[in-house]
């Protein structure tokens, strides 16, 4: 799934500062949602997923494990019932 089907999921996390399973997240994780958010030019690029907190950002910014928890598990396998 790339990061255009994700938007509106991508959205909510930011302004409820909030997974999906209710976890937090914190400001590093924030601002790089927003930064995939603004970024047009990459929505063709894909989405991942933590396996932990379950945040969802882009590919690109993950590249060292998850923003919001530090986890290194993370899967680009996201389910349409994981997005809204």
């Known amino acids: 799934m790339n990061i255009s089907s994700v938007i509106k999921t991508l959205k909510a996390e930011t302004n409820f ?3 999906q399973s209710g976890r ?3 400001e590093k994780a924030i601002l790089s ?4 958010i603004d ?9 991942i997923k933590c ?10 910014l993950a590249t060292k494990g ?4 530090g986890a290194i598990d993370l899967t ?8 809204l």
């Open 17 to 19: 500062e909030r997974t």
């Open 24 to 26: 937090s997240i914190n």
């Open 66 to 69: 998850c923003m919001n928890c």
């Open 33 to 36: 949602i927003q930064a995939a």
């Open 51 to 60: 396996l932990n907190c379950k945040i969802i950002m882009s590919s690109i």
């Open 39 to 47: 970024d047009t030019k990459n929505y063709n690029v894909e989405a």
């Open 76 to 83: 680009t396998n996201i389910e349409q019932g994981e997005i």
